[in-house]
Each structure stands twice: as structure tokens, then as C-alpha cells.
């Protein structure tokens, strides 16, 4: 059986070793070096971590022919430690496209909550979101009814830019979660998985009307006019 020598994640023992029952080979960059996931269990505390094992040079091929886990001796000069699986691995939903960066950050840590089930605290990060896109929507000026409290509240926010037409109407259904599902979850912490994936539904949907569609179009008119121009210079 291998072993790996590496600080241990579970009990934070420094330099152990730890004994590799398995290992998965799932990646070869470059054409030649493997790239395995290998479980191992600390000789300190006998809890296993999966560390994440990339071959550190061309020569050491011969080492992972029959399983890394094989291998008779140590294997740290034989490979290069790329972390181990953790929380930061698991799948998450993607921000919709061409979303301004500020916003993206704050979806990709309620989406982080959510994986997390830490339903209150990505309901208050969705509403942050949506807070943060709604808000350029409304003009600078308090023209058709709009004023302090309206530009404070998201979800009196969210009323007025419906009835003014300035949101398309078919949100509102889906906009329902906001006013109770985002208070509650920033005020009393009495948030259910259902709940926050309303919220994830609305929020993906009003970023892409937003952001996503509005930029889209806007790149097949510049590809419309590129060709546009090409078949002019052709035909000239
Ligand atoms: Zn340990």
C-alpha cells in the first residue's frame, strides 16, 4: 500500500502519513500527466481525506500503472499535492451570462449557502442581488408615484416597477417570494429549501432579463452588422 506524507485536514496534524486504500484516476493534462483522486486515512486520527494527486514529471508514468495506491513505498516525490476535495468542489448554479461582476459575486455566495443548506442566509444574499439590479432601474427623478420608501424597499420596489411597466408583468408571480421569503429570511430565520429555490428561480430570471438578453441581442446586431458590411465590400 502507498503512502502520502501531508498535513492532515481532519485533525491538523503536520507531515503525517497517511496510508492510501484507493485511488481514481480522472484527468491526464498534457497528454501525459495523470491526475488522481486518492483516498487516504491519517495514521493520527483515522479519519480519511481525498487528496487530489497530479504526477509530477514524465519519467514516474510507471508509478500509476497499477493504481497509485499499489505502489510499495511513498509516493510524495512522484507527485505534486493539488489540495483535497472539499466544500469548494461542489456543483453549484452558474450566474446567468454577462452579469456585472459585483452582482455575480453575491449570487455565487448565496448559491454557496444554498448547496449548504443555509436557507436564511442565501435568501438574504438573493435579496442583496436583486436589491442591488433593481436598484438601477429606477430614474432619478420621483416621477410616477415613486418615492423614499419605494427606493428603500425591495419589495415595494419590485410593485412600482411592475405596475409602471418598467419590469414585464409576467414576473410578478414569480416575484412573490421576495417580499415574504426575503424579510423572513433576513429578519426571523424561518426559511424552507422550497423557499430558496423560489428565490434562485426569480433571481436567475430577472438577472437574464437584465442583463443576459439585452447584451445577447445586442452581440447578434454587431455580428448582423459585420456581415452586413462584409457582403457590401464583396459586392463593391
Ligand atoms: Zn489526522
Redesign the pocket.
Given at each position: 500500500m502507498a503512502q502520502l506524507i501531508e498535513n492532515?485536514p481532519?485533525?491538523?496534524?503536520k507531515s503525517?502519513t497517511f496510508d492510501m486504500l484507493s485511488d481514481h484516476l480522472f484527468a491526464l493534462n498534457y497528454s501525459w500527466q495523470r491526475v488522481v483522486e486518492a483516498f487516504c486515512v491519517?495514521r493520527?486520527?483515522?479519519?480519511s481525506t481525498v487528496f487530489i494527486l497530479k504526477q509530477s514529471h514524465t519519467d514516474y508514468e510507471r508509478i500509476f500503472d497499477n493504481g497509485l495506491h499499489s505502489y510499495e513505498s511513498v509516493v510524495n516525490r512522484y507527485v505534486e499535492i493539488d489540495g483535497y476535495v472539499n466544500i469548494k468542489y461542489l456543483a453549484l448554479r452558474k450566474s446567468p451570462e454577462y452579469v456585472p461582476e459585483n452582482i455575480e459575486e453575491i449570487f455565487k455566495e448565496a448559491v454557496t449557502c444554498l448547496s449548504l443548506n443555509c436557507f436564511n442566509a442565501s435568501a438574504t444574499m438573493f435579496r442583496l442581488c436583486l436589491d442591488t439590479a433593481t436598484r438601477s432601474l429606477l430614474p432619478s427623478n420621483d416621477i410616477d408615484g415613486l418615492n423614499k420608501k419605494i427606493r428603500r424597499s425591495l419589495g415595494f420596489r419590485l410593485k412600482w416597477l411592475f405596475d409602471t411597466k418598467r419590469l414585464p408583468d409576467s414576473f410578478r408571480e414569480l416575484s412573490s417570494c421576495v417580499k415574504d421569503d426575503g424579510n423572513d429570511g433576513a429578519h426571523a430565520g424561518t426559511l424552507a429549501s422550497d423557499d430558496s429555490e423560489d428565490l434562485l428561480d426569480f433571481t436567475i430570471a430577472l438577472l437574464e432579463r437584465l442583463y443576459t438578453e439585452p447584451e445577447k441581442l445586442r452581440l447578434a446586431k454587431e455580428r448582423r452588422a459585420e456581415r452586413r458590411k462584409e457582403q457590401a465590400n464583396q459586392s463593391s
Open positions: 492532515c481532519r485533525c491538523g496534524a503525517i491519517c493520527s486520527c483515522e479519519r
